[in-house]
């Protein structure tokens, strides 16, 4: 009951934060922004306060007293410190490299400074990923690194950032969690699994299989539900050696196609990731290759603007609203 | 990468240095052996970071833990005092440092030297002690930043910036305390003292000193040799003549033969007490025996604070009315705290020095009480007191009689012989040499012996007068005396030291003794010797001046604070201390938020401003003033073609001002930008 009674206050207060917040790609700190409360060492430090306290008044002796007072106002002016340690700062999104689905991806995030001033101990993270620390010494603006994981092709905002300091006591928590308005580019997790996508044929030039041929037997595949039956090995399947689908190639010139209708029996995720292990084998070489996906087609080409533009339509094919990366998956995680 | 969870080098020195000097300003309590443990706790933990020597494992730590407890227990046999606790409590920060891993157990090693170096107060309140632990706190802050600062290793960008920063948290902690001192200072001002919610253990094992409920001929030569504090007065008026400084504390009515002792609370019982009971606290009814007391004139009013005697009995010139809550008028006359006084005190007193007491008539039980000797002892001082007693004419002829006696053959001094078991007689007949305990204890007992009611009484006499207008007594102002009844007139004081040293009185100990008799000897350090060089003198009394207005000010303040914060705020009540509070503790927070932040207002641009300003200021004094709506183009263009000597570096600087100001340079270049222009002049 209780738990949900702290859920359902946390949950308002990341509603009230989040309009406080909206989406921007850059944000200056300041009061408004930023969230101060104490942390468990200021919990901690508060009980240590009471506790000279009774000491001074049971002792009646006025230099405990004076220390308490001391530790009280000392945590007062650690409030200012802490917040000034975070104020005045601008948190901009510089940009994100992108990434494949399911591995690490890396936003670039720029603190930025007017005054150049010693901003110790800074951690900038992404709900549930790992912080990165780092400390602003005299320069004006740097740049920082912050990984995450990138959980699946399309365009990902991986949401609120939160950047926070207990500097310099330890005693208070200052926060803001901002949405800087990051897309990230994420292209499909490539899969390789498949022998008949990359064959060698017998001039030792590496060409890519397009689509069920007829023409050469490239080897047996294990029977998948939807594959022809006019392909089925029955030579094999008498042989209770188990079902198999004969395969052939076709073998083309020497411009390859990344063909969505190659894999008929797949779904389109598990298409688009074969498409996109496909595209990194053939860019290692120096073959020409497209891309052909229902009502697109990139003629083949074989430089680095070509392969990030194949990549590119791989990552976004049949995502909603493509233009823009207005994601509202975070509301309700706690501050 | 170290894990930031982990207590890097930077903390950990600062975190060993804020325990060593906690654990040092404790050594002087603590048993030696505790100190040599957290010495070697340092040299572990140092040993551990470099790797040289293993964590404790659980084992090692929880016998450490059970030793720690066991020698404790050895050594106080009980572990709940206040010595013991804070011993406990220091072993535990010594385990607690020496099996510290996370950052967390460093906080909680922070706590507890913050709680370690606060309770020291307990035992020391001087002021050189409390700016000992201003130092500790700020070591401990230190730490606390130190722990929150990033690491060498952590840092990615620049190694060298960390390395060179070392003294980053002290400094950091520095201005936090700095800053803090405003704040503390009202809060110790306003803040209402509640009193002592509990009874807590006090101290046990502090040696008790000044003047004690027995006396003994002997006792006061041993006073006379130190010349420690025992107390300070501060008049409302003018400090009274010299002669009229007595300082009562306790009355001595019981005699063994030996030594005398007071009739406290329990010679009372089982006696007439049909007026009253014992004590008349301050604030509550009087007692009917008040009415002895005639108080003729007008009072004086003072203030003492009294250094600690771990004894309940305060000091006040006859005829006192306590006006300090926790203060008792006794039915002798003098004062009683209601608890030892183990920390500087203060009360106040009102004093009517013109009295009369018990003046018409003395109950039979006193009357047993003063005229009581032992039998058996003295016999010649007996014999010696009926044939006076038949060959005067009335009790004050007799007195003066015995006074004569002093004055004609006896010699004052702080060496007096030994006395056996007729201590009187030996006295009076054979050695004749003594201080004022011989003196008061024979004159009593001559007294009593005629049949005249007499008592000792014990205290001080005199002071030393600051030239700030108060007056310090110490120990060797310690003094007995005698007290006499006579019909109608009550009880007067005698002094027989007077008669035989009057210089006693009128000046001070050292003038009555004259030189080799050991005065002061058991302060060998004391600026009192050194009172005849006038600078190490006004530097004596400057030092006193300071202790006694910490003492009054800071560790007397509950005493003071009600009528204090009446006088400032117009009324005492909780609502005007919590506006007062919360106004001038906010006015204080938001300057100091204005200064943290002060960065915020000022910009990189502002900066570029005055800079121009300077600038346009340094060419109007070379007679080229900038004229309205002249941009810093045109103008640097003008100054040029007017004085070609300048023309290079003006265009240079009006060049790099205009990177700065259009472009996207730093603030590296301002530098350059202040130090062209200072060239320029």
């Given at each position: 009951?209780?738990?949900?009674?702290?859920?359902?206050?946390?949950?308002?207060?990341?509603?009230?934060?989040?309009?406080?917040?909206?989406?921007?790609?850059?944000?200056?700190?300041?009061?408004?922004?930023?969230?101060?409360?104490?942390?468990?060492?200021?919990?901690?430090?508060?009980?240590?306060?009471?506790?000279?306290?009774?000491?001074?008044?049971?002792?009646?002796?006025?230099?405990?007293?004076?220390?308490?007072?001391?530790?009280?106002?000392?945590?007062?002016?650690?409030?200012?410190?802490?917040?000034?340690?975070?104020?005045?700062?601008?948190?901009?999104?510089?940009?994100?490299?992108?990434?494949?689905?399911?591995?690490?991806?890396?936003?670039?995030?720029?603190?930025?400074?007017?005054?150049?001033?010693?901003?110790?101990?800074?951690?900038?993270?992404?709900?549930?990923?790992?912080?990165?620390?780092?400390?602003?010494?005299?320069?004006?603006?740097?740049?920082?690194?912050?990984?995450?994981?990138?959980?699946?092709?399309?365009?990902?905002?991986?949401?609120?950032?939160?950047?926070?300091?207990?500097?310099?006591?330890?005693?208070?928590?200052?926060w803001t969690k901002v949405d800087l308005d990051i897309s990230c580019l994420i292209y499909?997790?490539?899969?390789?699994?498949?022998?008949?996508?990359?064959?060698?044929?017998?001039?030792?030039?590496?060409?890519?299989?397009?689509?069920?041929?007829?023409?050469?037997?490239?080897?047996?595949?294990?029977?998948?539900?939807?594959?022809?039956?006019?392909?089925?090995?029955?030579?094999?399947?008498?042989?209770?050696?188990?079902?198999?689908?004969?395969?052939?190639?076709?073998?083309?010139?020497?411009?390859?196609?990344?063909?969505?209708?190659?894999?008929?029996?797949?779904?389109?995720?598990?298409?688009?990731?074969?498409?996109?292990?496909?595209?990194?084998?053939?860019?290692?070489?120096?073959?020409?290759?497209?891309?052909?996906?229902?009502?697109?087609?990139?003629?083949?080409?074989?430089?680095?603007?070509?392969?990030?533009?194949?990549?590119?339509?791989?990552?976004?094919?049949?995502?909603?609203?493509?233009?823009?990366?207005?994601?509202?998956?975070?509301?309700?995680?706690?501050? | 990468?170290?894990?930031?969870?982990?207590?890097?080098?930077?903390?950990?020195?600062?975190?060993?240095?804020?325990?060593?000097?906690?654990?040092?300003?404790?050594?002087?309590?603590?048993?030696?052996?505790?100190?040599?443990?957290?010495?070697?706790?340092?040299?572990?933990?140092?040993?551990?970071?470099?790797?040289?020597?293993?964590?404790?494992?659980?084992?090692?730590?929880?016998?450490?833990?059970?030793?720690?407890?066991?020698?404790?227990?050895?050594?106080?046999?009980?572990?709940?005092?206040?010595?013991?606790?804070?011993?406990?409590?220091?072993?535990?920060?010594?385990?607690?440092?020496?099996?510290?891993?996370?950052?967390?157990?460093?906080?909680?090693?922070?706590?507890?030297?913050?709680?370690?170096?606060?309770?020291?107060?307990?035992?020391?309140?001087?002021?050189?002690?409390?700016?000992?632990?201003?130092?500790?706190?700020?070591?401990?802050?230190?730490?606390?930043?130190?722990?929150?600062?990033?690491?060498?290793?952590?840092?990615?960008?620049?190694?060298?910036?960390?390395?060179?920063?070392?003294?980053?948290?002290?400094?950091?902690?520095?201005?936090?305390?700095?800053?803090?001192?405003?704040?503390?200072?009202?809060?110790?001002?306003?803040?209402?003292?509640?009193?002592?919610?509990?009874?807590?253990?006090?101290?046990?094992?502090?040696?008790?000193?000044?003047?004690?409920?027995?006396?003994?001929?002997?006792?006061?030569?041993?006073?006379?040799?130190?010349?420690?504090?025992?107390?300070?007065?501060?008049?409302?008026?003018?400090?009274?003549?010299?002669?009229?400084?007595?300082?009562?504390?306790?009355?001595?009515?019981?005699?063994?033969?030996?030594?005398?002792?007071?009739?406290?609370?329990?010679?009372?019982?089982?006696?007439?007490?049909?007026?009253?009971?014992?004590?008349?606290?301050?604030?509550?009814?009087?007692?009917?025996?008040?009415?002895?007391?005639?108080?003729?004139?007008?009072?004086?009013?003072?203030?003492?604070?009294?250094?600690?005697?771990?004894?309940?009995?305060?000091?006040?010139?006859?005829?006192?009315?306590?006006?300090?809550?926790?203060?008792?008028?006794?039915?002798?006359?003098?004062?009683?705290?209601?608890?030892?006084?183990?920390?500087?005190?203060?009360?106040?007193?009102?004093?009517?020095?013109?009295?009369?007491?018990?003046?018409?008539?003395?109950s039979n039980y006193r009357q047993s009480i003063e005229l009581e000797i032992p039998p058996?002892?003295?016999?010649?001082?007996?014999?010696?007191?009926?044939?006076?007693?038949?060959?005067?004419?009335?009790?004050?002829?007799?007195?003066?009689?015995?006074?004569?006696?002093?004055?004609?053959?006896?010699?004052?001094?702080?060496?007096?012989?030994?006395?056996?078991?007729?201590?009187?007689?030996?006295?009076?007949?054979?050695?004749?040499?003594?201080?004022?305990?011989?003196?008061?204890?024979?004159?009593?007992?001559?007294?009593?012996?005629?049949?005249?009611?007499?008592?000792?009484?014990?205290?001080?006499?005199?002071?030393?007068?600051?030239?700030?207008?108060?007056?310090?007594?110490?120990?060797?102002?310690?003094?007995?005396?005698?007290?006499?009844?006579?019909?109608?007139?009550?009880?007067?004081?005698?002094?027989?030291?007077?008669?035989?040293?009057?210089?006693?009185?009128?000046?001070?100990?050292?003038?009555?003794?004259?030189?080799?008799?050991?005065?002061?000897?058991?302060?060998?350090?004391?600026?009192?010797?050194?009172?005849?060089?006038?600078?190490?003198?006004?530097?004596?009394?400057?030092?006193?001046?300071?202790?006694?207005?910490?003492?009054?000010?800071?560790?007397?303040?509950?005493?003071?604070?009600?009528?204090?914060?009446?006088?400032?705020?117009?009324?005492?009540?909780?609502?005007?201390?919590?506006?007062?509070?919360?106004?001038?503790?906010?006015?204080?927070?938001?300057?100091?938020?204005?200064?943290?932040?002060?960065?915020?207002?000022?910009?990189?641009?502002?900066?570029?401003?005055?800079?121009?300003?300077?600038?346009?200021?340094?060419?109007?004094?070379?007679?080229?003033?900038?004229?309205?709506?002249?941009?810093?183009?045109?103008?640097?263009?003008?100054?040029?073609?007017?004085?070609?000597?300048?023309?290079?570096?003006?265009?240079?600087?009006?060049?790099?001002?205009?990177?700065?100001?259009?472009?996207?340079?730093?603030?590296?270049?301002?530098?350059?930008?202040?130090?062209?222009?200072?060239?320029?002049?």
């Amino acid at each position: 009951m209780v738990e949900r009674l702290g859920q359902f206050f946390r949950d308002r207060f990341s509603h009230w934060v989040y309009r406080r917040l909206p989406p921007s790609r850059s944000v200056s700190l300041n009061n408004r922004s930023l969230f101060i409360f104490p942390s468990k060492a200021g919990f901690g430090f508060l009980l240590l306060i009471l506790l000279c306290w009774l000491v001074a008044t049971n002792y009646e002796n006025n230099v405990v007293f004076a220390i308490t007072c001391l530790l009280v106002s000392v945590f007062m002016v650690a409030i200012l410190h802490s917040f000034s340690n975070l104020s005045g700062l601008t948190l901009s999104f510089a940009r994100a490299t992108p990434a494949f689905a399911k591995e690490q991806l890396v936003v670039d995030v720029v603190l930025h400074q007017e005054q150049p001033r010693y901003r110790e101990t800074l951690s900038l993270s992404f709900v549930g990923e790992d912080a990165v620390i780092t400390t602003l010494g005299d320069h004006e603006e740097i740049r920082i690194k912050v990984p995450l994981y990138a959980p699946r092709r399309g365009l990902y905002n991986p949401g609120r950032l939160t950047l926070e300091s207990v500097y310099p006591l330890g005693l208070l928590r200052v926060w803001t969690k901002v949405d800087l308005d990051i897309s990230c580019l994420i292209y499909p997790q490539p899969v390789f699994d498949s022998p008949k996508t990359f064959v060698a044929n017998s001039r030792g030039e590496g060409l890519l299989q397009v689509g069920d041929g007829s023409e050469d037997f490239v080897g047996l595949n294990e029977y998948q539900t939807g594959d022809s039956l006019k392909k089925v090995a029955w030579k094999q399947y008498a042989k209770e050696q188990g079902m198999y689908t004969k395969h052939y190639a076709d073998y083309q010139d020497e411009r390859i196609w990344l063909d969505w209708d190659d894999y008929p029996a797949l779904d389109r995720e598990a298409r688009l990731s074969r498409l996109c292990g496909g595209l990194l084998q053939v860019s290692g070489t120096d073959k020409a290759y497209g891309l052909r996906l229902p009502g697109i087609e990139i003629l083949p080409d074989n430089n680095e603007a070509h392969r990030l533009k194949v990549l590119r339509e791989l990552a976004l094919f049949e995502v909603p609203n493509r233009g823009q990366a207005g994601d509202e998956k975070v509301r309700g995680q706690s501050v | 990468m170290i894990p930031a969870w982990q207590i890097h080098r930077n903390a950990l020195v600062w975190l060993l240095l804020a325990f060593a000097a906690v654990i040092l300003i404790h050594s002087a309590h603590l048993p030696n052996w505790i100190t040599l443990a957290a010495l070697v706790a340092v040299i572990w933990r140092v040993q551990r970071y470099r790797g040289v020597w293993p964590t404790p494992s659980r084992w090692v730590k929880l016998s450490l833990l059970a030793m720690c407890v066991a020698g404790l227990f050895l050594e106080y046999g009980k572990l709940t005092g206040l010595e013991p606790m804070v011993a406990l409590l220091v072993s535990a920060y010594t385990l607690k440092l020496l099996e510290m891993e996370h950052r967390r157990d460093a906080l909680l090693v922070v706590f507890l030297a913050f709680f370690i170096a606060a309770v020291q107060a307990l035992f020391d309140q001087s002021i050189g002690n409390a700016i000992y632990i201003l130092g500790c706190i700020l070591l401990i802050i230190a730490a606390l930043v130190g722990l929150h600062q990033g690491d060498v290793l952590l840092s990615t960008q620049s190694q060298a910036l960390f390395k060179s920063h070392a003294l980053r948290p002290l400094k950091k902690g520095l201005v936090i305390l700095l800053q803090a001192i405003p704040l503390m200072i009202l809060l110790f001002i306003i803040m209402p003292r509640l009193g002592s919610l509990w009874a807590v253990p006090i101290q046990s094992h502090s040696a008790k000193t000044g003047v004690t409920d027995t006396m003994s001929p002997g006792d006061y030569s041993r006073l006379g040799r130190s010349a420690d504090l025992a107390f300070r007065v501060s008049f409302d008026g003018e400090i009274p003549r010299q002669h009229q400084l007595y300082w009562r504390g306790l009355v001595l009515s019981d005699f063994d033969g030996r030594q005398w002792s007071r009739s406290g609370l329990d010679s009372y019982s089982g006696r007439d007490l049909n007026d009253g009971g014992f004590l008349q606290w301050f604030g509550k009814s009087i007692q009917p025996w008040d009415s002895l007391i005639e108080r003729l004139g007008q009072p004086i009013r003072y203030s003492v604070v009294m250094e600690p005697s771990q004894q309940p009995w305060l000091y006040s010139l006859p005829t006192p009315v306590p006006q300090s809550t926790g203060v008792a008028l006794t039915r002798d006359f003098w004062l009683l705290s209601s608890a030892p006084v183990t920390a500087k005190t203060q009360y106040e007193v009102d004093s009517w020095l013109d009295y009369k007491v018990a003046a018409n008539d003395l109950s039979n039980y006193r009357q047993s009480i003063e005229l009581e000797i032992p039998p058996g002892y003295n016999p010649r001082t007996v014999e010696l007191a009926q044939r006076w007693r038949r060959e005067t004419s009335n009790d004050k002829a007799l007195i003066r009689k015995v006074l004569g006696l002093y004055n004609e053959q006896f010699v004052y001094t702080l060496q007096p012989p030994l006395l056996g078991k007729h201590s009187v007689d030996e006295f009076l007949f054979d050695t004749q040499r003594g201080f004022c305990g011989h003196f008061s204890s024979s004159f009593v007992f001559f007294m009593r012996a005629a049949g005249v009611p007499a008592r000792v009484v014990a205290g001080y006499q005199g002071g030393e007068r600051h030239p700030d207008n108060y007056l310090l007594v110490r120990q060797y102002d310690a003094h007995a005396w005698a007290e006499v009844w006579i019909a109608g007139e009550g009880w007067i004081r005698v002094d027989p030291t007077a008669a035989v040293a009057p210089e006693r009185i009128e000046a001070n100990l050292e003038e009555a003794l004259g030189d080799n008799e050991g005065f002061l000897a058991d302060s060998p350090l004391s600026l009192m010797h050194f009172r005849h060089i006038n600078w190490l003198n006004s530097l004596r009394l400057k030092l006193d001046s300071l202790n006694y207005s910490w003492a009054r000010w800071v560790l007397g303040y509950d005493s003071i604070q009600e009528d204090l914060l009446e006088k400032w705020l117009g009324a005492y009540n909780p609502l005007r201390i919590a506006l007062a509070l919360l106004i001038a503790g906010g006015g204080l927070l938001g300057l100091l938020a204005l200064w943290q932040l002060r960065h915020r207002f000022s910009s990189k641009h502002d900066e570029l401003d005055r800079v121009f300003l300077r600038l346009c200021q340094t060419l109007e004094k070379a007679g080229i003033p900038r004229e309205t709506g002249e941009g810093p183009r045109a103008y640097a263009q003008r100054v040029a073609e007017q004085r070609p000597d300048l023309a290079r570096q003006v265009k240079g600087i009006n060049a790099v001002y205009e990177h700065m100001r259009y472009g996207s340079e730093g603030q590296e270049r301002l530098k350059v930008l202040k130090n062209a222009i200072r060239r320029l002049k």
